[in-house]
């Protein structure tokens, strides 16, 4: 295989955010706790959802504990690896490591992808046809949902990482990021890849702008419906459309700008890789728990009976 020949490289350089060691210093104990506050706050939606049976038991916050997963996935592929290079001379990843990271973002990312659709779906039935709701969001629709997900999510990933992989990579071997990135790995193969690139153009870049826009409508059309039916139904829409919309922001934001103008030198890229997989891993549970009442709620019942068992025993 031609990969496996002497001339190819065996590993990428990753430029990382900066040169400057009191910044990379800086930056490490920043991203360290900010991971520290990834995980904390995704692993406690994940417990709350888990334990609680009321929410457990509900769609939206199914849901959620699955989109709190994804969110945790996707931070531990790339966060922990910029952590480390922060305190390395030399910020290397392997080849294969490389790939096999570009292989799970854009695996989770398409199944966050249509995770989010499906919420914005649980969320219309839930607030335009009500008296449905417990029957169309059912158990098996609800792993369905989940399941197609994930599977969305490996198609996608598939259908360019298996072109990818067979490209041979046997001159510069500099990634200009803080993670492997697919538009610039692209950039560093000893081949022809442009057909290649409006692949990624057409499946990451178009495919988030286009699933950005249909949830903008839907959750437009959300809006438009509750106010036709209840002036006083809107405000309480409003404030529960809120957080999807912020979140739906949040993820898709980054995805369109990188992938579909991907080829081009911009100097918010690492910015936007940064905001990618750990600003927006880090916002989730803040909106989705901290400003949720039916959360709080939970978290205190949880708290409460946490501290009865230790005073019982």
């Given at each position: 295989?031609?990969?496996?020949?002497?001339?190819?490289?065996?590993?990428?350089?990753?430029?990382?955010?900066?040169?400057t060691?009191?910044?990379?210093?800086?930056?490490?104990?920043?991203?360290l706790?900010?991971?520290?506050?990834?995980?904390?706050?995704?692993?406690?939606?994940v417990?709350?959802?888990?334990?609680?049976?009321?929410?457990?038991?509900?769609?939206?916050?199914?849901?959620?504990?699955?989109?709190?997963?994804?969110?945790?996935?996707?931070?531990?592929?790339?966060?922990?690896?910029?952590?480390?290079?922060?305190?390395?001379?030399?910020?290397?990843?392997?080849?294969?490591?490389?790939?096999?990271q570009?292989?799970?973002?854009?695996?989770?990312?398409?199944?966050?992808?249509?995770?989010?659709?499906?919420?914005?779906?649980?969320?219309?039935?839930?607030?335009?046809?009500?008296?449905?709701?417990?029957?169309?969001?059912?158990?098996?629709?609800?792993?369905?949902?989940?399941?197609?997900?994930?599977?969305?999510?490996?198609?996608?990933?598939?259908?360019?990482?298996?072109?990818?992989?067979?490209?041979?990579?046997?001159?510069?071997?500099?990634v200009?990021?803080i993670?492997?990135?697919?538009?610039?790995?692209?950039?560093?193969?000893?081949?022809?890849?442009?057909?290649?690139?409006?692949?990624?153009?057409?499946?990451?870049?178009?495919?988030?702008?286009?699933?950005f826009?249909?949830?903008?409508?839907?959750?437009?059309?959300?809006?438009?419906?509750?106010?036709?039916?209840?002036?006083?139904?809107?405000?309480?829409?409003?404030s529960?459309?809120?957080?999807?919309?912020?979140v739906?922001?949040?993820?898709?934001?980054?995805?369109?700008?990188?992938?579909?103008?991907?080829?081009?030198?911009?100097?918010?890229?690492?910015?936007?890789?940064?905001?990618?997989?750990?600003?927006?891993?880090?916002?989730?549970?803040?909106?989705?728990?901290?400003?949720?009442?039916?959360?709080?709620?939970?978290?205190?019942?949880?708290?409460?009976?946490?501290?009865?068992?230790?005073?019982?025993?």
């Amino acid at each position: 295989m031609d990969m496996m020949n002497s001339s190819m490289i065996s590993e990428f350089v990753l430029l990382g955010l900066t040169n400057t060691w009191e910044l990379e210093i800086f930056f490490f104990f920043i991203f360290l706790l900010a991971y520290a506050a990834i995980m904390a706050g995704n692993l406690l939606t994940v417990v709350i959802v888990t334990f609680e049976s009321h929410l457990h038991s509900t769609p939206m916050y199914f849901l959620l504990g699955n989109l709190s997963c994804l969110d945790m996935s996707i931070s531990t592929i790339t966060t922990p690896k910029m952590i480390t290079d922060f305190l390395r001379e030399n910020k290397t990843i392997s080849l294969w490591g490389c790939m096999a990271q570009m292989f799970f973002l854009h695996f989770l990312g398409g199944s966050e992808m249509t995770l989010l659709i499906v919420m914005a779906v649980d969320r219309y039935i839930a607030i335009c046809k009500p008296l449905h709701y417990t029957t169309i969001m059912n158990r098996w629709v609800l792993m369905g949902s989940v399941l197609l997900s994930w599977a969305v999510g490996f198609v996608h990933t598939m259908s360019q990482m298996v072109f990818t992989i067979t490209l041979p990579f046997c001159g510069p071997n500099i990634v200009d990021n803080i993670f492997c990135d697919l538009p610039l790995v692209l950039k560093l193969a000893c081949t022809e890849t442009y057909v290649l690139e409006l692949l990624v153009i057409a499946e990451s870049g178009l495919l988030s702008f286009l699933c950005f826009i249909i949830l903008l409508i839907s959750y437009t059309v959300i809006l438009v419906t509750v106010r036709r039916r209840s002036s006083g139904g809107l405000s309480k829409a409003l404030s529960t459309l809120s957080a999807h919309i912020t979140v739906v922001t949040l993820f898709f934001g980054p995805c369109i700008f990188v992938y579909a103008w991907p080829f081009s030198s911009f100097s918010v890229d690492k910015f936007l890789s940064v905001f990618y997989s750990v600003i927006t891993p880090l916002l989730n549970p803040i909106i989705y728990t901290l400003r949720n009442q039916e959360m709080k709620a939970a978290i205190s019942r949880l708290r409460t009976q946490h501290v009865s068992s230790r005073q019982t025993f």
